[in-house]
């Protein structure tokens, strides 16, 4: 038996139990009798309504009853809905009709003549069973419903309503008038596209007894920090209007309209035009993007053979082919059964195999494409000892089809030196040979070549990416030691090993003539060879200081370990997050705490390190003869090198806001500032901008911007809904990010801090049997998320590392195109 034959057989017998209890308990005929707490034993209706209700003659009911006195919202509720019918475009405008009679829900006549129903009431228990009844066969049948503010506290003791509606109201909240920030996270929607992306009014806040955010599609958040949320505050995530495809209908739920001014306001009449003309079947809109359930997420990979690296290694990045293989590398650290060689007096020792896997989602396979010789297999323990070099990068050429190029960033064992322990870094081009699969490593051609020191772990980076203009960037990480400088600016001049120094960060990151800590941008050419675009950082040829002093690759200076990288195809914006340092608390003496860091960088630029992190928030200078003792502050805006072990300029550009940055006491740390400009840095006066960002033993892990591709007919493609978002993570799953945001396209490049964020820990899963330790993540020809997962150990492979896809099963928008009201809208 269906769900709705169900509830409708025996109709007649729980009406008459309804009677007969009424009775007993001295009420007269028309007493109410009390709601059923259980969906399943509520009274059902033999109503059969048209399928949808409604017709292309769209009307609306308003309906108003309220179990006490009728709020002033009422009559400028029902002037605004009016309104709305009557004007705009003509193929949108609609009949209003307005009721207080709750009859009208089990006249079968009347309420199927309505497209849509209105909730404008006042709380309470203002239907009985019959009518709810009625109500929900409206739904079933395909009817449209609009729940505005207290809606959320009407029928309270109905579950079938509160599901309708999504949320219930938390007793107290809402009480007073209050301006506040709405950040309006669906931009596709009919009900939000035309909003500002931060939409301040003023309105009663509702908090809700459970957050509805993964079972309802959210559309728009209330900001906590801008206005007094009260008791019971739902945090950084509070949903505030929402939607989705609900018991065969369509349900929209918006905790705004609670005052009677609101209902005059232009972008709140928008908002309720958008939402009535998609339950209405005016138009259509996706009410499943943000349902958490409508995602899958599916382990491609096998755990590897006991001893083998066959099905993945040491994860630790990956691209997609455009035919759908996904190319994925292992750094170089083995099975952990495997013998690892840390003595330097070894000829062996550090020696691993960067491993190049290739997933072919036709055969479901996994093959082995390559692997190289590297200097990476050095394991974990002391820093002096442990190494995170290896195979550290993976990309295809645009013209990979034809071709076959793949570009690998690498650390070739053979180029160690023992003596000195120093290494090459290089980025080389091979050739992937289709008819066997294979990598040749006799193809190689190495383009760009530099020195790392390897005596000291750590801070390699390795992620790369191309623009629009076939223009390679390269992440490296700062080469240094995150030792002897207690956690903060990583600034200590005196460690050296062999006349190198591996404690300082100036001699690196913050040195214009060294390309590690950086973001290098090139053009490869056809023979294995590379030019210098224009508008990089540094032409190389700089006359200042004498000259020689700059490299010409470097596009963005002063990064610590920048791991991942990716650029916007439709922008090209440069979407960059490094690691920060280890200093769990803000500093009087040093200067903030860790900060891991993501900036969407729009130019050439210096985003700060060693110097200063966050929005410009300067360490102090330390130097030589006693490093302990603090010098001066670091001047943001005009920052000097001045390190024994700088060999590039003295005088740096200035440093570039970046847009997130989190430490372990929240997102967004900042603090007062003296008449200087230096922030007090003492944890008690910090405040926070982006509370929804934790941090902890975090280690940033950027990930892609997503761009819908409206002409692909994938079915696991990611809606559209998730357009132009970022997605922003951590390599650990507790309190840190993974998230994706919104950016103002007007801040974006200028150190502009998200407008809207929300979680993606239920779409892209956490947790020791998910991905708990997040490596890269892309989206695939086909649309959807491709996702790295370290496992469980460190410096090797094991039985939780994998490959994993996330793709959409929701479906598409509605209502179906054969059930518009009006055919042809869209």
Known sequence: MSRQAGRRA??????????????????????RPQPYPDPSDRVSTTMSLPSPPGGSNVRVLVFHGSAGDEPPTVNAGIRAIEKIGNSGPRKQRFKTVATDDASVFTNEKKLGRFNSVVFLTGGGDVLDPEQEAGL??????GGGFVGLHDAARTEPYSQWFGELIGARAKDGSGASVQRATVEVGDRKHPATKSLPLEWKRPDKWLNWEENPSGDVHTVARVRESTYKPGEGANGADHPVSWCRDYDGGRSFYTGMGGTASSYAETDLRTHLRGALNWTSRIVQADCKAAIDSNYKAERLTEPNQPGQNDQIGEPHGMVTAEDGRVFYIGRGGADSSQPVVTDWDDPETGKGQGQIHVYDPKTKKVSLA????????????????????????????PDFEANGWVYLHYTPHSEIN?????????????TFDKSTAKLSEDSEKVLLEWPVQIHSCCHAGGGMAWDSDENLYIATGDNNSSRFSDGYSGNNPEPNFKGVSFADARRTAGNTNNLNGKILRIHPEDDG??????????????????????????YVMGVRNPARISIDEKTDTLYAGWVGPDAAEPSTTWGPAKYDTFAAITKPGNHGWPYCMGNKQPYRDRNLPDPTKPLGWYDCDAPKNESPNNDGLVNLPPVSANNIWYSPSGGGADFPRDENGIPSYKAE??????????GGGQAAMNGPLYRYDAESDSSTKWPQYWDGKWFVGDFYDADQPRHAVLMDPETVGKGGIPVHAETLKKIVPIGEDGIRNLMDWKFGPDGALYVLDYGRGFFTSDAKSALWRVSYEGGGATPAVKDLARKGRR
């Open 685 to 694: 006066e910090a405040t926070y901008s982006m509370p929804w960002l934790k």
């Open 418 to 430: 023992r003596e000195t322990h120093m290494a090459e870094r290089r980025v080389s081009r091979f």
């Open 529 to 554: 060879t590379y030019t210098m675009p224009d508008g990089n950082l540094f032409t190389g040829k700089e006359p200042d200081e004498g000259g020689g002093k700059t490299r010409g690759e470097i």
């Open 370 to 397: 390559g692997s190289l010789t590297v200097f990476g297999n050095k394991g974990g323990g002391d820093e002096l000892v442990k190494n995170e070099e290896g195979l550290l990068g993976i990309e295809l050429d």
């Open 10 to 31: 025996g109709a007649a017998a729980v009406l008459a139990g309804a009677m007969i209890t009424g009775l007993l308990a001295g009420g007269t005929a028309e007493a």
């Open 136 to 141: 929900e066969a409206y739904m079933e049948a």
